[in-house]
């Protein structure tokens, strides 16, 4: 759709500006309108380009969707039709993105669909899980308060991804600068000092030698090198879509010291309060089974889960095939039997999320703490040895001239 520029003057006789995308300019006049706006100007604008590139589309950050959620369950809670709501949201957005998303839906919504039809249509802005919560918050009449309970899922559910990947920064950024530190003493600094030893002549030791050996092979086959790391990413990455892969690397993942701690616990957090976030919004556990089933982030999760529904549909209750798998802690378990007794399963799995996610800081400080003087002991070590072999000679010259 096309964009508009607009001015205009509120009831109170401030000026406004802006830009809209719409079909045409009567529906840019009734928006304003609808937004108690009085335009004075309204006029086509050729500036905005879009640009599309391949395996980027619709995709919002956490805080843009945390936003339209509140807001629009603020306006539902205060008697605003969903049109409305949707037109005006869409109006003031300033993400572009987002802001098509929602005239789309609002047009789909004008058309007839349910809201949870027309969000469906969005995949990659609008996932299983919200698309399944307002389809409930729809049908039992508590709309506002499915929205809201889903804003403040996503704020916690990406505060938890965001502690993950903050603390893995760090020994990234290390290994990082140390893989181009190592390059250049390879490619740069090493040939410097090749040409310095080969004019003095005499037998290099067996520690120089062998560094220039390397140094020699890193300039003479830099193309191959730099093909060989992108064919083992590409292939790397194309085992990763085979099922049968996946599932090893991540059964691999959840045992391997440290790491594997964080991965199951920060699993366990997300998987307790989607399935809490579902059932308190009155979905039935087989479905919401279903939706948590996706967004497990780990095939051997997946499969337990996957585990458990198969029993439950066979009358079994929860807490004893997630014992069964053996991959849920035994105080998860112990927890979710006493919520089923008790008939407040879903409570418990919000205190089981609560504590989990404080456990995942825990493990992630933990998991940092142990990597980052492995790391610094490894690369300092790699790094220390090159600049001993390249002194070396030295050395052993100054000690002969003496």
């Known amino acids: 759709m096309p964009y508009f520029k607009w001015e205009g003057k509120t009831r109170t006789g401030e000026v406004k500006k802006g830009s809209m ?19 004075s100007l ?3 604008s050729f500036g905005a380009v879009e640009i599309k590139i391949p395996g980027f589309g619709e995709k919002l950050k956490p805080k843009s969707l945390v936003i339209f959620t509140r807001q629009f369950a603020t306006m539902i809670d205060a ?7 949707l037109d005006i949201l869409a109006a003031q957005n300033d993400d572009k993105v987002m802001q098509r998303v929602l005239y789309q839906v609002k047009s789909d919504v004008e058309s007839g669909s349910t809201f949870a039809s027309a969000l469906e ?8 899980l919200y698309v399944s919560l307002v389809s409930a918050g729809e049908l039992g009449g508590i709309l506002d308060t499915i929205l809201d309970r889903l804003a403040g899922y996503i704020e ?3 505060a938890l991804r965001k502690r993950v990947k903050g603390a893995m920064t760090y020994p990234l950024a290390i290994v990082g600068v140390s893989v181009i530190v190592i390059l250049v003493l390879m490619t740069y600094v090493i040939p410097t000092f090749a040409k310095m030893f080969s004019s003095m002549g005499g037998t290099l030791p067996g520690p120089t030698q062998m560094v220039m050996n390397i140094s020699d092979f890193f300039v003479n086959n830099i193309i191959i090198i730099l093909g060989g790391i992108g064919g083992t990413i590409f292939g790397i990455t194309a085992l990763f879509k085979n099922q049968k892969t996946r599932y090893y690397v991540d059964k691999i993942a959840l045992k391997t010291p440290a790491i594997g701690s964080v991965i199951q616990k920060s699993a366990v957090a997300r998987f307790t309060r989607t399935l809490g976030t579902m059932i308190s919004s009155g979905i039935p556990i087989l ?19 996957i585990h458990v529904k198969g029993r439950i549909t066979e009358g079994k209750s929860m807490a004893e095939p997630l014992m ?18 008790t008939g407040a399963l879903d409570a ?4 089981i999320a609560d504590f989990y996610d404080e456990e995942v800081d825990a493990a992630v400080d933990a998991m940092t703490s142990l990597m980052e003087p492995l790391i610094m002991v490894f690369l300092g070590g790699i790094v220390g040895w090159i600049m001993i072999a390249m002194y070396l000679p030295i050395f052993s010259m100054a000690s002969g001239g003496k």
């Open 21 to 39: 995308e719409a079909p045409d300019e009567a529906a840019v006049m009734l928006r304003l309108k609808q937004q108690q706006i009085v335009p």
């Open 42 to 44: 309204v006029k086509k």
């Open 79 to 85: 008697g605003l039709p969903l049109v409305q709501g």
């Open 121 to 128: 249509k969005h995949k990659k802005v609008f996932d299983d």
């Open 156 to 158: 916690k559910a990406a």
């Open 287 to 305: 479905q919401a089974l279903d939706v948590v089933e996706k967004t497990a982030g780990n095939m051997v999760i997946e499969q337990a889960i």
């Open 324 to 341: 069964a798998t053996g991959v849920f802690p035994p105080m998860v378990v112990q927890m979710i039997a006493v919520g089923e007794s």
């Open 348 to 351: 418990m799995l919000g205190k």
